[in-house]
């Protein structure tokens, strides 16, 4: 059974740091897109990084691209997300994602347009709150 979840969550000042953690179980993360989503009150869930398990490629949101960094332990089965110079609006629930793509074209469209709907197990989710 797929199962992932989240760790690394919580409390942080304006420009502070946090680092997430997706563990995932009951699969190897061999071509698999791996994306980290966000989801703050009242608003839609969104896209903001993702990296393939295949061959290291990473793609950002570009509300985070500079600032977040993906990255992969396959040997760990996990993946984590460096969040630097965090903002009162990166506020949200964090949760991770997979999907398993054999065909790179298609690993590529997941991770570059980052649409929920493309991956298909989900971790619970972590709260990250950024507030002074």
């Known amino acids: 059974q797929l199962q992932l979840v989240e760790s690394g969550g919580g409390l942080v000042q304006p420009g502070g740091s946090l680092r997430l953690s997706c563990a995932a179980s009951?699969?190897?993360?061999?071509?698999?897109?791996i994306g980290w989503f966000r989801q703050a009150p009242g608003k839609e869930r969104e896209g903001v990084s993702c990296i393939s398990s295949s061959d290291g490629s990473t793609y950002y949101a570009n509300s985070v691209l500079g600032r977040f960094t993906i990255s992969r332990d396959n040997a760990k089965n996990t993946v984590y997300l460096q969040m630097n110079g965090l903002k009162p609006e990166d506020t949200a629930v964090y949760y991770c994602?997979?999907?398993?793509?054999?065909?790179?074209?298609?690993?590529?469209?997941?991770?570059?347009?980052?649409?929920?709907?493309?991956?298909?197990?989900w971790g619970q989710g972590t709260q990250v709150t950024v507030s002074s």
């Open positions: 994602a997979a999907e398993k793509y054999t065909d790179p074209h298609l690993l590529f469209r997941a991770c570059t347009y980052l649409r929920p709907t493309d991956f298909g197990s």
């Open positions: 009951g699969f190897t993360l061999d071509h698999y897109a």
